[in-house]
């Protein structure tokens, strides 16, 4: 339903909080949706929950929410995505990486795993005798 808002939103396409109960044949099931929807899709068992969830482009995020924590922990070691929440949603500690997986994009920004992305690593090895040497006729030479 579109949001009933005052000028100059009323213009706009907003919606109200909405969750959309699709099936996996529908496009909005393998779309990227923001805002305030949720699409939801009813599952029986816990591997039909997780080949739900991995059943998708993208992998940035999932959150689990269960009072059965053992059960949150074993779906999460399933699940194709970079960064997961258990009973809560979009925190993060700077000190932890943030990053998805598929067409969510790779790399991780914050924490100790951003330093690897901005860093470019290459070896320098410097010969300083001036004998000649050619290591294809000296055996295990390549690798000293």
């Not at 000028?7 to 706009?12: E, N």
């Not at 922990?73 to 929440?85: E, N, S």
């Not at 979009?90 to 100790?112: A, L």
């Not at 320098?124 to 006729?137: H, S, Y």
Request: hydrophobic share 40%; proline share 7%; aromatic share 12%.
């Amino acid at each position: 339903q579109r949001a009933n808002l005052p000028a100059p939103l009323d213009r706009g396409y907003y919606y109200e909080p909405t969750i959309l109960g699709v099936s996996t044949k529908m496009d909005i099931w393998r779309d990227e949706v923001f805002g305030p929807v949720v699409v939801a899709v009813p599952f029986k068992t816990e591997a039909e929950a997780i080949a739900l969830a991995n059943d998708s482009p993208f992998g940035l995020a999932a959150a689990i929410w269960t009072k059965d924590v053992a059960r949150a922990h074993r779906v999460a070691q399933h699940l194709d995505v970079g960064i997961i929440w258990i009973n809560d949603h979009h925190r993060n500690d700077p000190s932890s990486p943030w990053g998805g997986t598929k067409d969510s994009g790779i790399g991780r920004e914050n924490g100790h795993s951003a330093f690897h992305e901005y860093t470019q690593t290459r070896s320098v090895i410097v010969r300083t005798d001036n004998a000649p040497f050619d290591w294809f006729e000296q055996p295990n030479a390549r690798y000293s």
